[in-house]
């Protein structure tokens, strides 16, 4: 059984970087062909895709985001991370990390926190 685990600050400034690791568990982030997610759901709102990692390390991002959006990977640790940066409010929202074999995901973290407040 696969296991995802977000984790970081749940309080960020604003202009600051906002840094999420999700911890992998029952399966490796190397294994063909799965894909490595960041998706975040703010207030009232649906879900964004933020970018993903695949099995191969390599990366791709949300155009709208993608200027200020880093996600790497430690595969000794079996964990990847998103970092946004220049966050404001507006980055205020649930966090999920989530794996897929596309097109479907089929496991998600339990979600994050993260508020992007002075």
């Known amino acids: 059984q696969v296991q995802l685990q977000e984790s970081g600050p749940g309080l960020v400034k604003p202009s600051q970087t906002l840094s999420l690791t999700c911890t992998v568990s029952?399966?490796?982030?190397?294994?063909?062909?799965?894909?490595w997610s960041w998706i975040r759901q703010p207030p009232g709102k649906g879900l964004e895709w933020i970018g993903y990692i695949a099995y191969s390390g390599s990366t791709y991002y949300s155009p709208s985001l993608k200027s200020r959006t880093s996600i790497s990977r430690d595969t000794s640790k079996n964990q990847f991370t998103l970092q946004l940066s220049s966050v404001t409010p507006e980055d205020t929202a649930v966090y999920y990390c989530?794996?897929?074999?596309?097109?479907?995901?089929?496991?998600w973290g339990q979600g994050t926190q993260v508020t992007v407040s002075s």
């Open positions: 989530a794996r897929s074999e596309p097109p479907e995901y089929d496991y």
């Open positions: 029952g399966g490796s982030i190397t294994t063909n062909y799965y894909y």
